[in-house]
């Protein structure tokens, strides 16, 4: 086996896109804990509430497509909310072999009290930056996002 210059070496710390994994994983798992141990629920399940929080009446694909999750992740999160009653489902009227979703009254309820709690996380956060840094920071993640996903926005 032909030995490896230092030039191609992957070193996990520098490469940009293990760091912002790792860096989502981190922030995402800090904000989980505190309504895991709240309300129950897991990072995806969380993730898909908040979709539904903002986009009532949309499809487990569509929510795949808005969050970037895989769609065993979708399925699995929508099937222990639709299980602790925190999301409905129905067939769409356009297609019965569509489903939609939407959060319940106690989904609902859960999500008005998660709310406050991740925008204060976020706050958090942000507030070890300046107003000029977090300003940047928006402005670099929009590039990232349109040189990763050029053909449609990411959020």
């Given at each position: 086996m ?21 860096l ?11 309504y ?16 539904l ?20 992740a ?17 067939a ?15 989904g ?15 706050r ?23 040189t ?8």
């Amino acid at each position: 086996m032909p030995e490896r210059s230092p030039k191609t070496t992957l070193r996990l710390r520098d490469f940009l896109p293990y760091r912002l994994s790792v860096l989502s994983n981190t922030v995402s798992r800090k904000i989980a804990d505190m309504y895991d141990r709240e309300f129950g629920l897991s990072v995806w399940q969380w993730r898909v509430m908040a979709v539904l929080g903002e986009n009532a009446g949309i499809t487990a694909t569509e929510i795949g497509q808005v969050t970037a999750m895989d769609k065993v992740a979708v399925s699995r999160a929508v099937s222990g909310l639709i299980d602790s009653g925190h999301v409905a489902r129905k067939a769409s009227p356009d297609d019965g072999r569509r489903s939609i979703l939407s959060l319940t009254i106690k989904g609902k309820g859960v999500y008005d009290k998660i709310v406050p709690i991740a925008l204060g996380a976020e706050r958090d956060l942000v507030a070890t930056l300046s107003t000029a840094e977090r300003e940047q920071l928006a402005c670099l993640m929009e590039k990232l996002a349109r040189t990763a996903e050029p053909d449609r926005p990411l959020w």
